[in-house]
């Protein structure tokens, strides 16, 4: 494992980079990309909006999944310092989730916009997100799983065991703690006897590793369900929902000892278990709205130059209303109306 990528000389000491802040940041670089291609393509938003509020979501994301983390482990933090020092421990994925749907959500209502069509566009990046930073945990070794049978395959027993470095010696900035992998330590400590010899965890399930393929599969289906979407807000609630499913189960097999425990449930299972409902119960409330009234409309002031161009009246038509991009129609879709081709 390689919890430190590399340093960087100063004259104050060496500034170490982070395999978990390298490959966090590196899922924020696609998400952009893919989110500024998209937007403009399917939505026709303009640049600066999806820029804005990108920014906005991703600063309230990691912020909400460092205070979750916090939250669930109150008695590792006593000073102030605790609370800035990420080598104490990092963030939880679903904080910054929920954190960056807040922020999401109130950027767009400050600026009068529907919140699935951009909702939509950002949710495949939940997958590549899972898929990237899950790879820094496993580099980190942190997030591990429980230890595996005796009778594992051989190659999982390579992947999910985790080396005792030692950093607490080197000279940093602001100093080190580092001194053993989350998996090497938690063992240290609940099977002293099995880690008599052993300069390495017992061997896990690389939960990480299991989450960054989960992470694919995700990034795959909400990708497939934006190309073929039937109603705005459907691939948010589809990858909501397929995440929420996968991270009920997959804590069953983890055994690191931060995620809180709650009426024999983790943090993360409860949060699921509320989670799942809600977004039925949207997915419901938003098809029955759209089979009403059609979708939101997007106001002018957020689509591009290119988009209003494209789409402006010609000289002698009167422009009433800016046409809404058609969702896919439904199979038993009737009536000639104009929004015809978006109730479902």
């Known amino acids: 494992m390689h919890p430190i990528l590399f340093e960087i000389p100063t004259p104050w000491g060496a500034l170490p980079i982070y395999s978990y802040g390298m490959m966090l940041g590196f899922s924020l670089i696609v998400a952009w990309y893919f989110v500024m291609h998209h937007g403009h393509k399917l939505e026709g ?14 600063v309230c994301a990691i912020a909400a999944s460092r205070v979750l983390y916090i939250l669930t482990n109150l008695d590792s933090y006593h000073t102030l310092g605790d609370l800035i020092s990420f080598q104490k421990g990092g963030l939880v994925a679903y904080g910054g989730f929920i954190g960056g749907f807040l922020a999401c959500w109130g950027y767009c209502r400050a600026k009068g916009i529907p919140l699935l069509p951009w909702a939509d566009i950002i949710a495949p990046t939940l997958g590549t997100g899972l898929l990237f930073t899950r790879m820094g945990c ?17 190659f999982l027993t390579h992947l999910g065991t985790f080396p005792h470095w030692d950093y607490s010696s080197a000279h940093y900035i602001w100093g080190s703690t580092l001194n053993g992998s989350p998996a090497y330590n938690h063992h240290m400590t609940e099977y002293p006897a099995r880690m008599v010899g052993l300069d390495h965890s017992l061997p896990v399930h690389p939960t990480q590793l299991y989450e960054s393929l989960a ?7 909400g990708y497939f369900t934006l190309r073929h979407r039937q109603f705005k807000g459907q691939v948010f609630f589809v990858s909501a929902i397929v995440y929420s499913l996968w991270r009920f189960g997959i804590e069953f097999v983890r055994d690191d000892p931060e995620r809180g425990e709650y009426f024999g449930f983790s943090t993360s299972q409860l949060i699921s278990l509320a989670i799942v409902p809600l977004v039925v119960l949207a997915w419901i409330q938003t098809r029955r709205q759209v089979a009403l009234h059609g979708e939101a409309p997007i106001p002018d002031s957020a689509r591009s130059d290119e988009w209003l161009a494209e789409h402006r009246p010609k000289k002698g038509e009167t422009k009433t209303e800016t046409p809404e991009p058609a969702a896919k129609p439904s199979a038993t879709a009737k009536g000639p109306g104009p929004k015809s081709g978006k109730k479902k």
């Open 45 to 58: 938003l303009h640049p600066d909006i999806m820029a804005h509020s990108f920014i906005i979501t991703a």
């Open 215 to 221: 992470g694919l599969v995700i990034f795959a289906i």
């Open 138 to 154: 496993w580099l980190y070794g942190c997030d591990f799983g429980a230890p595996l049978h005796e009778d594992a395959p051989a």
